[in-house]
């Protein structure tokens, strides 16, 4: 027994320690880039971003908040965190759309969104439909801002003493954000040269979100997904990638086109596979066959489910081509606003029970349900018309299940959906990130107070890989294993 604990621990640490030439999921939950996988201003909802720098750096951070529907932005903007710094925000709903304000005072550019000093909010800064204009008129409103997810990437580490010092927080206020706003003004260095003074990113990031529900009295809590050596830090040739406020550089596209994963399933032990693409390394280190969570809707305590499914690579793969580019089946249509994905679906009781149609049966057989599919790029699932979310007809997905309680897997498996590496790899299934959020009503107590109650559970996952010829470093993983076992 010992031994077979022994053989997980070593490939464990041979994907950290291995895993500096190629992006990878970091498991301990601190990064380069890190995804929110949900938003939501929905249903009386607030979402509160948090943001860590745990380093002894200063860094350059873009933040960028995406719609739900297509991953079109809805805003961005440049962070720089000073070493130890910690920021956060809130979303919330403004008017048919939502808007973002802080109470931070680290440097923002624009900075008209950072606090001038400690308690006292910047101003608040309304999310944008520019980016979506060319679909269907139903689908351009702003209010298709009010659900989304978040995308925060280290551009670079500031190294000249003079950006140091204007982020650096004394008394709990920046000594001069100006300075870094007028980097970026006609005339500033980086106009001139965008990585002037900066090294590559190093990492160190953590975050998460936290959704709130004042008038329920609930909270929900997430982690976000944290990808390290999106930059590799031992290639030479490797630059930072700071680039300016108001673009949508750098993105997920820009990581380090070699993933690294530890393939628990069949055996292969840390697998590392080179792409064309950085967008591909991406996809293959998230990349799932299924997912599998609880769903509680147990009535006795009015309990409720909703499920986060969110694929934040999609849009490289449907938009803007005559056919959707694997591992995804369908190009996104702007006159419906959807590029839908089938989902097989297997779901038990908490009995083992579980639901299957006869397949004896007469002819002609009963028409069977529409195909399950998710359609949009953060997609809810909700359980029974559950709503604990309170997600919009935009991106919900209702699931009718027999049973109170349970389990159910949701698998992604299918033609063209796979991604293949220069090696021959084949990943199967989709890319997603997710979680399921409970919620458990109780009702007002004696004295007013509520006892309402949510929760995060995150997602379990199953990946399914297919081997090329192995390369040195597919060995070593899977030598290791074996002299352990």
Not at 200 to 213: A, D, E, Q, R, S
Request: hydrophobic share 40%.
């Amino acid at each position: 027994m010992k031994k077979n604990i022994m053989s997980a621990a070593v490939a464990a640490s041979l994907l950290g320690a291995s895993a500096a030439n190629a992006v990878f999921v970091n498991s301990e939950g601190h990064g380069q880039a890190l995804i929110y996988p949900y938003y939501t201003v929905e249903g009386g909802h607030d979402t509160y971003i948090n943001l860590v720098n745990t380093t002894n750096e200063t860094k350059a951070v873009k933040v960028r908040f995406v719609e739900a529907m297509n991953s079109q932005e809805v805003l961005d903007f440049n962070l720089y965190l000073s070493p130890q710094d910690h920021w956060s925000a809130v979303v919330f709903a403004d008017g048919e759309g939502a808007s973002i304000r802080t109470a931070d005072t680290s440097c923002t550019v624009p900075n008209t969104l950072a606090a001038a000093a400690e308690g006292t909010p910047g101003a608040t800064v309304p999310f944008r439909n520019f980016t979506y204009q060319t679909d269907a008129a139903p689908f351009t409103g702003v209010d298709r801002t009010r659900e989304g997810y978040v995308e925060v990437i280290e551009m670079g580490v500031l190294e000249a003493a003079v950006d140091q010092a204007a982020a650096l927080h004394a008394n709990g206020v920046p000594g001069d954000c100006s300075v870094l706003v007028g980097n970026w003004r006609a005339g500033g260095k980086w106009t001139a040269d965008r990585n002037d003074g900066l090294g590559v990113p190093t990492g160190g990031l953590y975050g998460y979100g936290v959704l709130i529900n004042v008038n329920e009295g609930t909270n929900a809590t997430y982690d976000a997904v944290a990808l390290d050596d999106f930059v590799s830090s031992l290639d030479l040739a490797a630059v930072p990638i700071h680039f300016a406020p108001g673009t949508v550089d750098p993105g997920l596209v820009d990581a380090t086109p070699v993933a690294q994963v530890l393939d628990s399933t069949t055996g292969l032990g840390v697998v590392t596979s080179s792409f064309t693409d950085g967008i591909d390394a991406v996809s293959a280190v998230i990349m799932h066959s299924a997912i599998m969570n609880d769903y509680v809707l147990e009535p006795t305590i009015a309990a409720g489910t909703d499920w986060v499914v969110t694929f934040p690579t999609k849009k490289n793969y449907v938009n803007g081509v005559p056919t959707a580019l694997e591992p995804f089946t369908e190009i996104w249509d702007g006159d419906t606003a959807t590029a839908c994905e089938a989902m097989g679906i297997t779901y038990y009781d908490r009995e083992e029970r579980t639901l299957s149609p006869d397949p004896l049966d007469f002819s002609p057989a009963p028409p069977g349900p529409a195909a399950f599919a998710l359609c949009h790029e953060a997609n809810v699932l909700t359980f029974n018309e559950s709503d604990v979310l309170a997600p919009s007809s935009r991106v919900k997905q209702n699931l009718a299940v027999d049973y109170d309680n349970g389990w159910l897997e949701l698998g992604f498996t299918g033609v063209g959906r796979t991604l293949t590496s220069d090696e021959g790899d084949v990943y199967n299934g989709l890319p997603t990130v997710g979680f399921a959020v409970q919620k458990y009503v109780n009702g007002t107590l004696d004295n007013g107070v509520l006892s309402n109650y949510a929760g995060v559970v995150q997602h379990k996952n199953r990946r399914l890989i297919t081997s090329g010829p192995r390369s040195e470093e597919r060995r070593v993983g899977k030598e290791c294993r074996s002299r352990w076992s």
